[in-house]
């Protein structure tokens, strides 16, 4: 009886898993449809200039309200870590803070050619999706990390020529965060997997292979500066490759 009761529950909890992985994937291509209607009516204009000249003044507002949404979920989220509270809330209000954010930044500054980017973020972000649910948590971060440097090397690829500045800051922005990611993957390993209160990661994940990363998506990105926008695209495949050998890795200690 024990033996039947474990493994119904087993099977609820592998249920109620799966279950959050599939709304997941469906919020990914409801973001799908929504950055192709954008890209008609905005880029493409088919409503009109006045519809886009309207949206542009929307995203003007949301290239900041956005941050300041997404520092109040920071906010809601400590205090709900501290009080025991639901992080449900904090959690979905950062996420789409964040996505609304990034939607606003790229159409508002590289025009169509965020536009051009915005449409493969939602794929990406269903792969970590089935990252996160099916691999070690270590790997879901390694990821994250790689596909940012991928999205940031090919900016430089399609737009430093004509926008270097805007480039140069993106890339400025990308290396402090990646300076952070190294310091808080160190904080939490020195804290056995947490930050906090809160269970980030296993005491026993391979931390080495996140820091490799960090240090490989910062030579790329500082590469991509140094040699150009022709460098940037063949990088790109740099990291792509480094992708791969991280989904071999993780794989292999699946088994």
Same mark, same amino acid.
């Given at each position: 009886?024990?033996?039947?009761?474990?493994?119904?529950?087993?099977?609820?909890d592998?249920?109620?898993?799966?279950?959050?992985?599939? #709304?997941? /994937?469906?919020? +990914?291509?409801?973001?799908?449809?929504? #950055?192709?209607?954008?890209?008609?009516?905005?880029v493409?204009?088919?409503l009109? +200039?006045?519809? =886009?000249?309207? !949206?542009?003044?929307?995203?003007?507002? /949301?290239?900041?309200?956005?941050? *300041? !949404?997404?520092a109040?979920?920071? *906010?809601?989220?400590? @205090?709900? &870590?501290?009080? %025991?509270?639901?992080?449900?809330?904090?959690? *979905?209000?950062?996420?789409?803070?964040?996505?609304?954010?990034? #939607?606003?930044? !790229?159409?508002? @500054?590289f025009?169509?050619?965020?536009?051009?980017v915005?449409?493969?973020?939602?794929? +990406?972000?269903?792969?970590? $999706?089935?990252?996160?649910?099916? @691999?070690?948590r270590?790997?879901?971060?390694?990821?994250?990390?790689?596909?940012?440097?991928?999205?940031? /090397?090919? &900016?430089?690829?399609?737009?430093?020529?004509?926008?270097?500045?805007?480039?140069?800051?993106?890339?400025?922005?990308?290396?402090?965060?990646?300076?952070?990611?190294? /310091?808080?993957?160190v904080?939490?390993?020195? =804290?056995?997997?947490?930050?906090?209160?809160?269970?980030?990661?296993?005491?026993?994940?391979? @931390?080495?292979? &996140?820091?490799?990363?960090c240090a490989?998506?910062?030579?790329?990105?500082?590469?991509?500066?140094?040699? %150009?926008?022709?460098?940037?695209?063949?990088?790109?495949?740099?990291?792509? +490759?480094?992708?791969?050998?991280?989904?071999?890795?993780?794989? $292999?200690?699946?088994?």
């Amino acid at each position: 009886m024990m033996d039947k009761g474990k493994r119904e529950q087993r099977r609820s909890d592998e249920d109620a898993v799966f279950n959050r992985m599939l #709304i997941c /994937l469906a919020a +990914a291509v409801a973001a799908e449809l929504l #950055i192709l209607l954008l890209r008609r009516v905005y880029v493409e204009m088919s409503l009109g +200039a006045d519809v =886009a000249l309207a !949206l542009a003044a929307v995203f003007s507002v /949301l290239r900041f309200a956005g941050l *300041i !949404l997404v520092a109040g979920g920071v *906010i809601w989220l400590v @205090y709900s &870590l501290r009080t %025991g509270r639901s992080r449900l809330g904090p959690t *979905i209000l950062i996420t789409v803070s964040a996505a609304v954010w990034v #939607i606003a930044v !790229l159409l508002y @500054y590289f025009f169509d050619t965020g536009a051009s980017v915005l449409i493969y973020l939602p794929l +990406a972000a269903a792969v970590l $999706v089935l990252i996160w649910f099916l @691999y070690q948590r270590i790997f879901f971060f390694s990821a994250l990390i790689t596909g940012c440097a991928a999205a940031a /090397l090919w &900016l430089c690829r399609l737009y430093y020529d004509g926008h270097p500045v805007r480039v140069r800051i993106i890339f400025a922005a990308g290396f402090v965060l990646l300076g952070l990611a190294m /310091l808080l993957a160190v904080k939490v390993r020195s =804290a056995g997997g947490k930050l906090g209160s809160l269970r980030v990661l296993p005491s026993d994940s391979p @931390y080495p292979m &996140l820091y490799l990363t960090c240090a490989v998506t910062a030579v790329l990105m500082a590469l991509a500066l140094l040699l %150009g926008a022709t460098a940037a695209f063949y990088l790109m495949f740099g990291l792509v +490759a480094w992708l791969f050998v991280q989904a071999v890795y993780f794989t $292999v200690k699946l088994m």
